[in-house]
C-alpha cells in the first residue's frame, strides 16, 4: 500500500518569506504524486502533480515542486508567501502500477501566514 | 459550469437513522470517489467506482454503502452501524486516464450528529 508522510502539521511563516511543505512517500516504485490545497469548508484544489519527466514542476500560484527519487520526496515551496496561501496543503500518491487512480493522502500541513 | 455538486452542504443524522450525501458531476467522469476528513488524518477513502454499476471499497468502508446507477452520480449512504460519523465528506471525480489522472473534488457536505 502507498503511504504518505507529511512533516509538520502546521507552518508558520511570515509574508514575503519562503513557504516549504515536506512530502515523503514509501513505495519501491516512484509512485504518481500530487499537491492539493484546501480553504476552509471547501474542497480540494490540484496545485500540481508529477507523473513522468522534469523533476521540477510547476504548479498553479507559484507554487513548485521537486521530485527526488533518492530521497523518496515531493516537497512544495513558494519563494515568496502570501496571506492568500493560508490554507491547508495534502500531499497525495497514487500507485502508478495499479489501474485505479486511487490517491493516498497525507496528514495535511496546515500553512498561516503572518503579516 | 462543469463540476462536482454536493448536497446538502450541512447535514445531521439522529441516533439510527441512515442518511444519504449526494454526489453530481458533469465533467463526464468515469471515476467517482467518496472521502471522509477527520482533522488531522488526512483524506481516507471509503468507495469509489470506475464504471456504472460497479463500485469497491476503500480503506474505511464499514457502515456506508453506495451505488452507481448513472454515470453521473455517485451517492454515498451514511447507516445506522457507522457509529461515528460526524466528519467532512468529500466526492471527487476523474477520468480514466493516466495522462488526464487528476481528480477534481467537490465543496463537502458536513455531517453531524444530533
Known amino acids: 500500500a502507498q503511504s504518505v508522510t507529511q512533516l509538520g502539521s502546521h507552518v508558520s511563516v511570515s509574508e514575503g518569506a519562503l513557504v516549504l511543505l515536506r512530502c515523503n512517500y514509501s513505495s519501491s516504485v516512484p509512485p504518481y504524486l500530487f499537491w492539493y490545497v484546501q480553504y476552509p469548508n471547501q474542497g480540494l484544489q490540484l496545485l500540481l502533480k508529477?507523473?513522468?519527466?522534469?523533476?521540477l514542476v510547476k504548479g498553479i500560484n507559484g507554487f513548485e515542486a521537486e521530485f527526488k527519487k533518492s530521497e523518496t520526496s515531493f516537497h512544495l515551496t513558494k519563494p515568496s508567501a502570501h496571506m492568500s496561501d493560508a490554507a491547508e496543503y495534502f500531499c497525495a500518491v497514487s500507485d502508478r502500477r495499479a489501474s485505479d487512480y486511487k490517491l493516498s493522502f497525507g496528514a495535511g500541513t496546515t500553512v498561516t501566514v503572518r503579516a | 459550469d462543469g463540476g462536482i455538486t454536493q448536497s446538502p452542504k450541512y447535514l445531521f443524522r439522529k441516533e439510527g437513522q441512515n442518511v444519504t450525501l449526494s454526489c453530481e458531476q458533469n465533467?463526464?467522469?468515469?471515476?467517482m470517489y467518496w472521502y471522509r476528513q477527520d482533522p488531522g488524518q488526512g483524506l481516507r477513502l471509503i468507495y469509489y467506482s470506475q464504471i456504472v454499476n460497479d463500485f469497491q471499497k476503500g480503506d474505511i468502508a464499514e457502515g456506508y454503502s453506495v451505488s452507481r446507477e448513472k454515470k453521473e452520480s455517485f451517492p454515498l449512504t451514511v447507516t445506522s452501524a457507522q457509529k461515528n460519523p460526524t466528519a467532512f465528506y468529500l466526492c471527487a471525480s476523474s477520468p480514466i486516464d493516466v495522462a488526464k489522472n487528476i481528480q477534481y473534488f467537490g465543496a463537502g457536505t458536513r455531517l453531524s450528529v444530533l
Open positions: 465533467l463526464n467522469h468515469d471515476a
Open positions: 508529477y507523473t513522468t519527466g522534469a523533476t
